[in-house]
């Protein structure tokens, strides 16, 4: 229901680029969830946003049986009962790697077989069934899909080479385990090639996001990290899977020690790395999400004890109850949020634009389709009596919202979208800016800006234009309260060709008809 009926996030929007423009790999992340809204969109054949977020809502799906799964092979079936639950009531696990169309969808289902693979290779000889070592070979080819997910998921080679390190050290002798990481980086090869391509532009990104300046420590953004992953994760499943890891580490839980053992190598360093860099700079708590997402079935064995010593009910714990009830009203308040603006609501101010209240960031998922409906008759009018040319594009001045732009109104309409901006701001968006033909002397093009989200392309554009026109304004309302106003400038004639953000030159020379 969630992933049909509300409109994409920014982010969601521009990862629908990675399935109209396929390539190796992409600016900012590898190219998994490009490939999976190709597989369920039928090549964006389907369109809607319920066809492009399918692939997320299938690998969710997986993944729950997966956690399931891991659950049994740590202790019964109950077991992974729990640990299923948990999963669900995560709103890492079930809504942004199980809902939205993110890069986590694909990761989270190949880095819980991976798990998988792993528990099974690294169990005692007397309990394994088959395979044994040869486990290992399988877990290498889900980590390289992970990688092709998600670069994250290289703490799944660090989290194993721990384990053997300090746990398992002959088996550093085996092939397989070297096997396995041959077979990961042959899968991973595409993005590598990509980035020689582009002199490794997506791992410079990516580094500076968690470099670190040892010149202030920000207490502030560690709060807000720990805030996070506190939330996001579920404030009573959070809870339980660090009662459970004490109990860990005190030997209160003794059943399956080996597998719990690679559990906690696996994700205990994630979690404190992120913690660490966000002493320093910002970060995001999702980053650390398949880390606690590896620590559910332990937190599961952790209330399967408890079933079997005080004789709780052994399909429901009441704390997996409790957990699953906040996480329904969350949900609930949320989506109700989205759609009526039950708690920001008070709208905005028609005189100036200026909202009244608390930003309302659930904004970012709405709106779009009333924007559309505003302009179409503009643009039309527009092009009929001349005063913009045809083929004008829509300038966008970074990657978002100029994704929701390019959904939601330009690719609907028949418009191209471009970026005028350095590549930091436009991300993939300069590789489709070329794609799309570029910039030419003569063009006319449209600007969008919001009262959320204000920009004047005045201070952007002005020596890129003959003439910027005052702008038209467009509504949105929401259970009939105005709660944002849309700003249309029209560009006319472009003066000058901006420099490439990739290769420095201009994009285009030729004048425009």
């Given amino acids: 229901m969630l992933a049909a009926f509300t409109e994409l996030g920014n982010d969601e929007v521009y990862y629908v680029n990675y399935a109209l423009y396929p390539d190796l790999s992409h600016f900012d992340h590898p190219p998994m969830i490009g490939w999976l809204i190709q597989l369920f969109s039928l090549n ?21 049986w997966l956690i399931y799964r891991i659950g049994i092979q740590l202790y019964d079936e109950v077991t992974g009962w729990y640990a299923a639950l948990l999963f669900t009531a995560s709103f ?28 099974q290779a690294f169990e005692p000889a007397e309990n394994q069934k088959s395979g044994g070592n040869y486990w290992l070979l399988a877990a290498g080819a889900a ?16 989290g194993a080479f721990i384990y053997l390190l300090l746990y398992d050290r002959p088996r550093l002798l085996k092939w397989q385990v070297y096997a396995a990481v041959a077979i990961a980086l042959l899968l991973f090869l595409p993005v590598l090639i990509w980035n020689a391509r582009y002199n490794f532009v997506s791992f410079t990104f990516h580094s500076e996001r968690v470099e670190v300046a040892s010149h202030l420590i920000r207490p502030d953004l560690f709060l807000t990290e720990a805030g996070g992953q506190i939330f996001y994760n579920n404030p009573i499943v959070f809870s339980l899977i660090w009662l459970a890891v004490i109990a860990v580490i005190r030997g209160k839980l003794t059943s399956s020690k080996p597998q719990l053992r690679l559990l906690l190598a696996i994700a205990l360093p994630v979690i404190a790395l992120f913690l660490g860099f966000s002493l320093f700079r910002r970060t995001l708590p999702h980053w650390t999400g398949p880390a606690y997402i590896t620590l559910i079935p332990v937190a599961a064995l952790y209330l399967r004890t408890q079933t079997k010593q005080y004789r709780f009910s052994g399909l429901m714990h009441p704390a997996i109850t409790a957990a699953m009830i906040f996480a329904v009203i969350v949900l609930a308040l949320a989506s109700l949020q989205l759609s009526h603006g039950i708690i920001l609501n008070k709208g905005i101010d028609k005189t100036t634009g200026k909202r009244l209240g608390i930003k309302d960031i659930t904004l970012d998922m709405y709106g779009w389709e009333q924007l559309k409906r505003g302009f179409a008759p503009l643009y039309r009018h527009d092009t009929i009596t001349g005063r913009m040319r045809k083929n004008a594009a829509i300038i966008s001045q970074r990657w978002f919202p100029g994704a929701n732009l390019d959904y939601y109104v330009a690719r609907p309409l028949g418009i191209r979208l471009l970026t005028l901006a350095p590549l930091e701001r436009t991300h993939k968006y300069a590789w489709i800016t070329q794609y799309r033909g570029g910039f030419n002397i003569g063009m006319d093009a449209y600007f969008f800006s919001s009262s959320y989200d204000y920009a004047d392309p005045g ?32 560009m006319r004639y472009m003066l000058k060709l901006p420099a490439d953000s990739l290769s420095g030159r201009a994009v285009a020379d030729e004048p425009y008809n």
Avoid at 52 to 61: D, Y
Avoid at 145 to 158: E, M, R
Avoid at 465 to 483: A, C, G, H, M, S
């Fill in 459 to 490: 201070e952007l554009y002005k020596s890129y234009f003959l003439n910027i026109e005052k702008p038209d304004t467009i509504p949105v309302y929401r259970n009939q309260v105005l709660v944002e106003y849309f700003y249309m400038w029209r």
């Fill in 143 to 158: 980590a390289g899909l992970a990688l092709l997910s998600k670069y994250t998921s290289i703490f799944l080679f660090t």
């Fill in 92 to 119: 890492y696990a079930a809504i942004i790697a199980g809902t939205f169309i993110m890069p986590d969808a694909p990761q989270v289902l190949f880095w819980l077989l991976t798990l998988w693979f792993l528990i």
């Fill in 44 to 64: 964006l054949y389907f369109s809607s946003e319920l066809f492009i977020r399918l692939g997320a809502v299938v690998a969710g799906s997986i993944s729950t």
